[in-house]
């Protein structure tokens, strides 16, 4: 192992922080070769007493590396080089509110464009602004950027946009760190850029272009889960009556697709998740309907496996989604964009 001096180097005129400093020592060791993975560093006390400085400024210090897997500790034996690390390298913290197949599109895509130059890492926070608050507090100096989709649920499994103190903390993010994905924070201001979902409108506009194939059924309904773990915004509901009553639509608003549906020719249903539109698939066969004609059937989020299998959809373009928070985050881009939300016709209405 080295001698502290010549691994920690601190310049007590400089206004860098010393917990900063000591971060950047290590990395240029990693970088320069002079640690290499699996070497062991000075403990805590040894760079304290050293440098006279405080634990809680070591810790800090450690905390961070730690915190990017840069260090790792082993009880009894010391801290100990984890990885090869290149300062170049923009560090990126992909927060989402739950793991589903959109979501790890959007991850997907954003990963592709961010290219080499990136270290990106993903957190889950399944709903929970505790949990997410926990995670922001975690890694707070951790990492150069912060990419985070608020959607959250309160005791009810009811959806909600925002929580007041997950919006003081996304407000303490430094400015050009914070971009956020998927939903829009209006409270937020002109600060921090976004590419989100507007799911009112969304959802009224892209029926709008399927109007015509509506015009051939008496009655629309929309099939929008409620009690589930991962609840989906409430805004989809306003934008579904507003269609139908703006154009005289006969409408209806299920919690599930049940079994033994009562079936009537000249309905058209619109079903969010997966296990409902396999169940309404199955009963309108099972009924001898014919989809398309008899019943018809919107799903809404685009999948490979609904465009195999000819299902009409409406969606908005979830790789459209990673590839511009990529380029706005390498850009610098302070804006917020509303992504491509559209009616993608296949038959199934």
């Keep these: 192992m080295q001698q502290i001096k010549s691994l920690i180097r601190l310049d007590e005129e400089s206004r860098i922080p010393k917990y900063q400093q000591i971060i950047n020592s290590i990395i240029e060791d990693i970088e320069n070769k002079q640690l290499m ?56 913290l992909f927060i989402i509110n739950k793991l589903s197949n959109y979501k790890l599109k959007i991850y997907n895509s954003f990963l592709d464009c961010m290219g080499t130059n990136a270290q990106v890492d993903l957190q889950v926070y399944h709903c929970d602004p505790k949990l997410l608050l926990n995670i922001l507090d975690e890694h707070a100096l951790a990492y150069d950027h912060f990419v985070i989709m608020p ?51 969304d959802i009224y506009h892209a029926l709008c272009e399927g109007i015509f194939e509506l015009q051939n059924y008496e009655k629309i309904i929309l099939v929008y889960p409620t009690n589930i773990v991962y609840p989906y915004p409430k805004e989809i509901t306003y934008g579904f009556r ?45 009924q001898s309907f014919t989809m398309g004609k008899d019943i018809g059937i919107i799903s809404y989020n685009d999948t490979p496996l609904k465009e195999l299998l000819g299902i009409t959809v409406i969606s908005t373009d979830f790789q459209l989604m990673g590839e511009s928070a990529a380029y706005m985050l390498k850009k610098q881009k302070m804006e917020s964009v509303k992504n491509i939300f559209k009616f993608i016709n296949r038959g199934s209405v």
């Design 37 to 92: 993975v699996g070497d062991k560093i000075p403990s805590i006390n040894e760079i304290s007493e050293e440098h006279y400085l405080s634990r809680d400024t070591v810790e800090k210090a450690y905390s961070h590396l730690k915190s990017r897997k840069i260090i790792l500790s082993v009880k009894g034996k010391g801290y100990y080089v984890a990885k090869n690390v290149s300062q170049s390298k923009i560090n990126v």
């Design 151 to 201: 959607h959250f649920k309160d005791e009810h499994k009811s959806h909600y946009n925002l929580d007041t103190e997950v919006l003081k903390a996304l407000k303490g993010i430094p400015s050009g760190k914070l971009l956020i994905l998927d939903n829009y924070v209006p409270e937020l201001g002109d600060r921090v850029p976004s590419i989100y979902q507007d799911f009112k409108h």
């Design 242 to 286: 507003k269609f139908c009553n703006d154009f005289d639509f006969d409408h209806e608003i299920l919690d599930t697709v049940y079994s033994e549906m009562e079936l009537r020719p000249k309905d058209a249903y619109i079903v969010i998740e997966e296990n409902d539109l396999v169940n309404l698939i199955k009963q309108v066969r099972e």
